[in-house]
């Protein structure tokens, strides 16, 4: 299992530009997750889904979209890239069974606006 | 809410010591996980450790969840052992969301 996989691994963007962030596990999880986490700080949830067909916002979803038309992706979408943006982005998913409820993360998504 | 809180906030280390790290939580939780996030931003999962002790290594974990803390033992540290520790809970519901600690940043010197 590649387990879960993000591209791209870095990105510049220009104020106003917009971007895709992919993001695919192979593990047949039902929840995946979007993170940001800003330089020295903890990570915040943007949005999340439960399932295909099915997302919700985090704490943190202004600026972003999300879709989830399949059980493996969970692209995060950027409209209007903004300085605030600037961020390291993770990508994780878990199965949703209550016995096993540990994480996965992908390596990251370190994405810088200017 | 529940809170994680973890303890110290930042620690540093001559290459060969032992360390405790704390986690506090504050309400009943499902699960927890601690994560090391290296110095080039990956997160990698330590432990997956919702009650117990586990040891992977040098390192090692307890989980009280009657009490509400978990402790990450560091032993003979090393400097690649460098870099953000976090712990975060897991929260039953419908959205199972995990709730993060602030982390301890922790420097080895050789």
């Known amino acids: 299992n590649a387990g879960v996989t993000q591209t791209p691994k870095f990105r510049i963007l220009k104020i106003g530009q917009s971007m895709t962030l992919q993001c695919t596990q192979d593990m047949n999880h039902n929840y995946m997750y979007w993170y940001r986490q800003d330089p020295g700080m903890g990570l915040k949830l943007i949005y999340y889904s439960v399932g295909a067909g099915i997302t919700d916002k985090g704490e943190v979803p202004n600026g972003y979209n999300v879709s989830r038309s399949t059980t493996e992706d969970f692209p995060l979408r950027l409209e209007l890239a903004a300085p605030s943006q600037t961020s390291v982005y993770f990508c994780a998913s878990f199965q949703g069974v209550e016995k096993d409820n540990e994480q996965f993360f992908g390596p990251g998504t370190r994405l810088t606006v200017l | 809410g529940i809170q994680v809180e973890q303890s110290p906030p930042d620690l540093i280390l001559q290459e060969g010591a032992n360390s405790t790290l704390r986690c506090n939580f504050s309400d009943s939780v499902n699960n927890l996980q601690w994560f090391h996030q290296n110095p080039w931003g990956q997160l990698i999962n330590l432990f997956y450790?919702?009650?117990?002790?586990k040891q992977n290594g040098r390192l090692s974990a307890t989980t009280v969840a009657t009490e509400r803390y978990s402790l990450l033992y560091i032993s003979s540290s090393q400097t690649t052992d460098s870099g953000v520790y976090f712990c975060?809970?897991?929260?039953?519901?419908?959205?199972?969301?995990?709730?993060w600690g602030l982390g301890t940043s922790l420097a080895v010197n050789p």
């Open positions: 450790i919702p009650s117990g002790t």
């Open positions: 975060a809970v897991f929260v039953a519901g419908n959205n199972r969301k995990l709730i």
